[in-house]
């Protein structure tokens, strides 16, 4: 069984950078492409970006192309995503998610493909 744990959240001044982490149990770093998605309120989950198994595939919303930055420490067992510039549209709860895969550079962008589920971090950005 696979367990998330996400964190790195808070209140951050529009402008500024947050650096959200995901702690993974089990072994995840062998097998497992993941991926950060965002739900704001009242608004559906989507997706923000995407990493494949190897890490050397990566993916991103048009909507934080440039400004956001995933990565992912296999030996750590941890994902990362580095915000900058932040806006207060990018406030949201960031949950990240993990899909068994068999091909190191296989990446997903669609909410229902992915088998695992942290709890969610909360990221607001005030003007």
């Known amino acids: 069984q696979v367990q998330l744990v996400e964190s790195g959240g808070g209140l951050v001044q529009a402008g500024g950078s947050l650096r959200l982490s995901c702690a993974a149990s089990g072994r995840t770093s062998v097998g497992y492409a993941k991926a950060w998605f965002r739900q704001a309120p009242g608004k559906e989950r989507e997706f923000v970006a995407a990493i494949s198994w190897s890490g050397g595939v990566t993916y991103y919303a048009d909507s934080v192309k440039g400004r956001f930055t995933i990565s992912r420490d296999n030996a750590k067992n941890t994902m990362y995503l580095q915000m900058n510039s932040l806006k207060p549209e990018d406030t949201a709860v960031y949950y990240c998610?993990?899909?068994?895969?068999?091909?190191?550079?296989?990446?997903?962008?669609?909410?229902?493909?992915?088998?695992?589920w942290g709890q969610g971090t909360q990221v607001t950005v005030s003007s």
């Open positions: 998610a993990a899909k068994r895969v068999r091909d190191l550079y296989e990446t997903r962008t669609v909410l229902n493909d992915y088998d695992y």
